[in-house]
């Protein structure tokens, strides 16, 4: 590719810079929202499988490793997202060479970080299990699926690497395409395994772990050839210290803020698990409802992130400043969609998860849940695109002060208030949190501080 064709390539790519931030938010959102929603799919189905085609206990076993694995899904969308930062303002700046070093760097080490995590995650899953209360007539199913899922956590890791590089090339739609094509093998292959195969919960595992390897290799190599119409190799090989340290400044806090959610649930996963299978059953299926309606709201906070990433390497902080704004309403309007659909139709929801069988215990559990969340999605969207902006410009203190407030108030009025007054204390912490989250990365913001730290990658 010529110079002068290379140019071309990346004006193209640079409409989070160059267009309104309406239009540039939203064009890049778009195709980030519904991957992600395909991503959540690959959970939600393999509950909706094995609730309607093994039982209500299967379904509880999976409910109660989810909180684990989230963790894990939020440590590589975080890493992912905090590394990009540093390849978004390298690419809005035009240093090619230096874009492709990080990216190098980013990919070795959370290769690395990923076979060290599912080796920990096999050897420890039943002592985990154990640990988190599973209940007794789940705990073996729990541990069959964790086992299985950790064989496939670097699939998921390079897979949520190279996604958050194409989005900070501006190439979402890419994600998107492998994700719906992913999605959809995994759902045949759900149903194959579980109701034709009978394998029950490993069914669902084996199905997962076999659909993310392969768009693991598919969006290795089409990055592959995305990278060869960026002239310069940046210098040193697959690792450059230097790159390193200056991605986990940023990367670290990502993942505790990406986490914050699926650490808190972790840690109150105890306290639900207490109130036995059925109501497990039921919250299972709540919150895997409620990990669909955070989708839009993640999406706008990493799109904030790039979004404000390219600019400031740009020089555009005003651009930011319009953004930031612009986002509010848009994370107002899904709000209000995420409202509507939940108070119409949490019953629907539930049942599609536990069939005809389930029982009214797990029903009045995950319908209570649904129609109490509902009403407060504004609150994380506004905590999303406020620690967006904070995290693209590299002001990390209170982002990460202000997460791990968030997961404090969500761990203690759970382990604290529901033993003693009733499980749905575990969600009524959840939007305290939210809320004092987004105060004071709001507070943050208002300073101004952003944007002398912002730049993070030096150029």
Request: proline share 2%; glycine share 12%.
């Amino acid at each position: 590719m010529s110079v002068k064709q290379q140019g071309k390539a990346a004006m193209g790519n640079e409409y989070l810079i160059q267009e309104k931030p309406l239009k540039a938010l939203i064009v890049f959102a778009l195709p980030m929202i519904i991957g992600n929603l395909f991503q959540q799919f690959y959970t939600m189905v393999d509950s909706v499988v094995v609730g309607r085609f093994v039982g209500e206990q299967a379904l509880a076993a999976v409910g109660a490793s989810y909180s684990l694995t989230t963790v894990f899904i939020s440590v590589a969308i975080g890493g992912g997202v905090g590394a990009s930062v540093i390849t978004s303002q390298y690419f809005g700046a035009r240093e090619y060479g230096k874009m492709k070093r990080s990216v190098r760097t980013a990919l070795t080490a959370f290769v690395v970080l990923s076979l060290a995590l599912g080796a920990f995650g096999l050897v420890f899953s039943h002592r985990i299990m154990v640990w988190l209360n599973t209940p007794e007539e789940a705990l073996s199913q729990a541990v069959q699926y964790l086992r299985i899922y950790f064989l496939g956590l670097p699939f998921l890791f390079m897979y949520n690497i190279l996604s958050s590089m194409f989005n900070a090339l501006g190439k979402s739609k890419i994600p998107l395409y492998l994700l719906i094509f992913s999605s959809v093998f995994n759902m045949i292959l759900d149903v194959i395994l579980v109701r034709n195969l009978g394998m029950g919960v490993s069914g669902v595992a084996w199905a997962t772990l076999i659909a993310q390897g392969i768009s693991a290799a598919c969006s290795f190599m089409i990055f592959l050839q995305e990278m060869k119409k960026y002239k310069g190799s940046g210098r040193g090989g697959l690792f450059d210290r230097g790159e390193f340290f200056n991605m986990t400044r940023i990367a670290l806090p990502s993942i505790l803020q990406q986490s914050t959610v699926s650490i808190g649930m972790m840690l109150v996963q105890s306290v639900v698990n207490s109130f036995g299978a059925q109501m497990l059953a039921g919250f299972s299926a709540g919150m895997r409802v409620e990990s669909i309606c955070v989708v839009p709201m993640a999406a706008m906070g990493n799109v904030m992130s790039s979004y404000t990433a390219q600019n400031i390497g740009a020089g555009r902080y005003d651009r930011v400043r319009r953004g930031y704004r612009t986002g509010y309403g848009i994370v107002g309007f899904f709000a209000i969609v995420l409202c509507l659909w939940l108070e119409t139709c949490n019953g629907w929801l539930i049942r599609m998860f536990l069939g005809e069988e389930g029982s009214l215990t797990a029903f009045g559990t995950g319908t209570e849940y649904l129609r109490f969340i509902g009403w407060f999605f504004v609150l994380i969207g506004l905590k999303m695109i406020t620690d967006g902006v904070l995290r693209g410009a590299g002001d990390m203190k209170l982002f990460t002060v202000a997460n791990l407030v968030n997961l404090g108030i969500r761990v203690v009025i759970a382990v604290t208030c529901a033993p003693r007054w009733g499980i749905a204390f575990v969600w009524i912490a959840v939007p305290i949190g939210w809320l004092a989250n987004y105060l004071i990365s709001y507070g943050e913001y208002r300073t101004g501080k952003w944007k002398k730290t912002g730049n993070v990658s030096g150029i």
